[in-house]
């Protein structure tokens, strides 16, 4: 059998790592099925990484026949620091291997101030010297913009106020740790391949419904990113031709129409919330029976529908993951909802499984972190030179979860 080229023996390498990390203990036959790759594949670099006390032998599992024995991480004290930027504020969580996060912050952040890149630098720094930077593999950013690529890191954002931000840069010269940036619904993508709904599929497709609506594509296992990092700009679809300004600056974007700040502005032109009130007070009329407030939840409901009926006959998905602030409410969405989304479905695709997840505050911050646990199964180059030094960092921990300098 021919030796895989360096690269991708080294993806391999740190995808098995990463799996145990991500699931648990596995056998050799069931890594070489999760990671689609030759069994004597798995055999081969499973040595090596015996061999340099990354991987333990654990007892034989048997379901009644040959016993398999199981491989296992020496440790699992290996970390990602994921920072969600907002234009009013920033979350910050460090994230273990196996996805589950281990402490998180809040804290305010001026978006359009003129030291907004040094404050920010600041607060990350600040998060990541109260942990052993030894066990922390990289440093994910998820923002509301267009990243054109992921390991570079610049960034241009309508909601932030951004035009050409080396961010990336500059958080990786400051922190001396790899940095990888995306735009926030796509690290969010990445998190529900690798801990969320959409771990047993290679083709989903996340929908994120808030002020904004957004949507991030995996298709055969990737993330599709589009010409310049700008794919999956669902809220800018356009809906109604003689719609509500967008802050695009075009008219009847579905955001503008379905967008929780919609949903309020809608609310106010009847005087059924105040000029002080907001979504709360809205999903509150609705909770307690009021028609109008519902009403205003059922037409963004069938709206939301129709236009993602639009994309799977598109895209194909095997899945639809929704989530996002905006879950909040769904109950007052789901039946015009699912109604619209069915019946504008072509017939094949109509048995298409939509989910829909609940939320956390951190959750936005936990997908950027999933961005650098994530890197060792990136066989495309999706991270750039930054998925190598992760990789790196992950291949040279010790067993007691420190790493090589």
């Given at each position: 059998m021919a030796t895989a080229p360096r690269n991708q023996a080294d993806v391999n390498r740190t995808a098995i790592l990463a799996h145990l990390g991500a699931h648990g203990p596995a056998s050799r036959a069931d890594l070489a099925r999760a990671l689609n790759v030759s069994p004597a594949l798995i055999t081969q670099l499973s040595r090596d990484l015996l061999a340099d006390g990354l991987l333990e032998e654990l007892e034989e599992a048997s379901s009644g026949g040959r016993p398999a024995r199981m491989l296992g991480l020496v440790s699992r004290d290996i970390t990602a620091v994921g920072v969600k930027v907002a234009p009013d504020h920033t979350a910050l969580v460090e994230v273990g291997i196996d996805g589950v996060v281990r402490r998180s912050e809040v804290k305010p952040f001026d978006a359009v101030s003129p030291l907004a890149a040094s404050n920010l630098i600041d607060l990350v720094q600040a998060f990541v010297s109260a942990a052993d930077s030894g066990r922390i593999l990289g440093v994910g950013v998820g923002l509301?913009?267009?990243?054109?690529?992921?390991?570079?890191?610049?960034?241009d954002s309508t909601q932030l106020g951004w035009n050409q931000v080396p961010l990336g840069e500059l958080l990786r010269r400051a922190l001396d740790l790899p940095v990888v940036v995306e735009?926030?619904?796509?690290?969010?993508?990445?998190?529900?391949q690798l801990f969320g709904q959409g771990r047993d599929y290679q083709n989903i497709l996340v929908v994120t419904v808030g002020?904004?609506?957004?949507?991030?594509?995996?298709?055969?296992?990737?993330?599709?990113?589009?010409r310049a990092g700008g794919a999956g700009d669902l809220g800018h679809l356009p809906v109604?031709?003689?719609?509500?300004?967008c802050q695009c600056g075009n008219r009847g974007c579905l955001e503008a129409i379905v967008g929780q700040a919609a949903l309020v502005?809608?609310?106010?032109?009847?005087?059924?919330?105040?000029a002080d009130e907001g979504i709360d007070e809205l999903r509150?009329?609705?909770?307690?029976?009021?028609?109008?407030?519902?009403?205003?939840?059922?037409?963004?409901?069938h709206t939301l529908g129709r236009a993602l009926a639009g994309a799977v006959n598109l895209l194909d998905p095997e899945i639809v993951v929704l989530l996002g602030e905006g879950m909040a409410a769904w109950g007052h969405w789901a039946s015009t909802f699912d109604r619209a989304l069915r019946s504008s479905l072509v017939p094949g695709k109509r048995g298409t499984s939509v989910v829909v997840e609940g939320w956390q505050d951190d959750r936005w911050a936990q997908g950027a972190a999933a961005l650098v646990l994530a890197t060792p199964f990136d066989a495309q180059g999706v991270a750039g030179d930054q998925g190598r030094l992760v990789r790196e960092r992950l291949v040279a921990s010790f067993p007691d979860g420190s790493a090589k300098p």
């Open positions: 509301p913009g267009t990243v054109a690529q992921q390991g570079v890191g610049v960034v735009n926030n619904v796509n690290a969010l993508s990445v998190a529900e002020n904004g609506v957004g949507a991030g594509l995996i298709a055969d296992g990737v993330i599709v990113r589009g109604r031709e003689d719609g509500p300004l502005n809608d609310a106010r032109s009847i005087r059924l919330v105040g509150a009329l609705a909770d307690a029976g009021n028609d109008e407030a519902r009403e205003i939840f059922a037409h963004a409901g």
